[in-house]
């Protein structure tokens, strides 16, 4: 699928911000197509639901806030410490739970490095508007039961695409999207 993008002559010379949950597959695709262009941020509500899910009852609520409250600050330097220190903690009670804190870690810190976490983490720090319109779109095609082909299938997502354009969100803070494509741009030359 990412492939039929390139054939579609679709630009990424500047580098490109692409917003995955921690699916190993997404991102070696993702990797393997964009190469070093790839700009990865990680699925933070992802990343938090997972070390969650290695925690007792009793201590889900109090992690939640912790990692929630690290990734809200807008500093890089210190959201890392806040999540390392939250790293040393879990190892005291959970190492399943901190190795998956410490796994692409630095992934969902992505827009903090970009220094624009606190412009557009609401839209562009989780899957969540992915995730929307997977939902949404799910409505207007789940009555389809035999597609008779691929091409039938692509007409009704860009159908259900162009119904549904009017009630989708605008990215929070979309007049400064020329602030993110020049941090996505510094940060592409620099990767190479």
């Known amino acids: 699928m990412l492939k039929q993008i390139l054939a579609k002559k679709f630009s990424f010379t500047d580098g490109l911000l692409v917003v995955i949950d921690g699916s190993k597959g997404l991102h070696k695709a993702v990797v393997d197509v964009f190469g070093k262009k790839a700009i990865i941020q990680r699925c933070q509500w992802h990343k938090r639901e997972n070390v969650l899910s290695y925690l007792s009852d ?28 939250i790293h040393k903690e879990l190892l005291k009670i959970n190492q399943n739970a901190a190795n998956s804190l410490q796994e692409g870690l630095e992934e969902t810190l992505t827009l903090h490095k970009l220094k624009v976490a606190q412009i557009f983490s609401r839209s562009l720090a989780t899957t969540n508007c992915i995730e929307n319109l997977n939902s949404q779109m799910a409505k207007f095609v789940r009555n389809v039961k035999h597609w008779t082909n691929s091409n039938q299938r692509q007409r009704w ?36």
């Open 58 to 85: 009793r201590d889900k609520s109090n992690f939640k806030t912790k990692i929630q409250n690290a990734y809200r600050e807008p500093d890089y330097n210190k959201a890392k410490l806040v999540l390392q220190s």
């Open 157 to 192: 997502v860009a159908a259900a695409l162009l119904e549904l354009e009017n009630n989708l969100n605008k990215i929070h803070n979309f007049k400064h999207l020329n602030k993110l494509q020049e941090a996505i741009k510094i940060i592409s030359v620099r990767n190479h």
